[in-house]
């Protein structure tokens, strides 16, 4: 069966500190991989997809890059983190568009 | 850009009662959309889809209704219980889209 791996489930980090969290998927092959925010308050924020590996869409201009070194890990990374990253970060995985799962989250608190 | 919005951020219910949460498009190429449901601290997970073939799709104690003319769909609990209380993402997509696109969200409390 299908699973999704996110880690950390929480952190804190300093303003400039970097970022990086890791996400990986079991049992599925070649899946469209997604990062997600949601912002205290908001919806569901699409950050970054990625269709294969190296190739990654950016949705949002903002202060964080994604990579996919692999075909089931999606790594978000910032090099300086500012205040305003803080929030619920979701990986997500879907073979066609059409359904989602998403990992557990990670909450990043940026301080 | 909001194609998909939820524009009641909140709803409380009693127990027992019916929850109806609603959700309302733009993007008339949307063919296919899904409601997830959020506990804090926990990734969305899907509870029920539909269509934009069908106009009704039934699970258990909830149901989506589709009309695509006002472009709106909704979700009834029925009968709504405490553990129902988290948030309710609704979502929309097409054939060929790289992603779901998702509404801002509705929290949900069910009073005991």
């Known amino acids: 069966s299908q699973t999704i791996h996110q880690w950390p489930a929480t952190l804190v980090q300093p303003v400039g500190s970097p970022l990086s969290l890791e996400c990986t998927v079991e049992g599925t092959s070649n899946p469209n991989l997604y990062w997600y925010r949601q912002a205290a308050g908001r919806g569901l924020q699409l950050l970054f997809y990625s269709v294969g590996i190296g190739q990654i869409s950016s949705e949002v201009p903002q202060n964080l890059s994604a990579s996919r070194p692999q075909d089931r890990q999606f790594i978000l990374s910032s090099k300086k983190l500012l205040l305003s990253d803080s929030g619920f970060y979701l990986c997500?995985?879907?073979?066609?568009?059409?359904?989602?799962?998403f990992g557990s989250g990670t909450r990043l608190t940026v301080v | 850009d909001q194609q998909v919005k939820q524009n009641s951020p909140s709803l409380s219910v009693q127990e027992g009662r019916i929850s109806i949460l609603n959700c309302d498009y733009t993007?008339?190429?949307?063919?296919?959309f899904l409601w997830y449901k959020k506990y804090p601290a926990e990734g969305p997970t899907f509870l029920i889809s539909?269509?934009?073939?069908?106009d009704k799709n039934e699970d258990g104690r909830f149901t989506v209704f589709l009309n695509k003319s006002a472009k709106h769909l909704s979700l009834h609990i029925v009968p709504s219980q405490p553990g129902d209380s988290a948030v309710y993402f609704c979502?929309?997509?097409?054939?060929?889209?790289?992603?779901?696109?998702f509404g801002t969200g509705t929290r949900l409390t069910v009073i005991p």
């Open positions: 539909i269509s934009s073939i069908k």
């Open positions: 997500a995985w879907s073979v066609l568009s059409y359904g989602y799962t």
């Open positions: 993007n008339s190429m949307f063919d296919y």
């Open positions: 979502a929309a997509s097409y054939l060929g889209a790289n992603n779901l696109f």
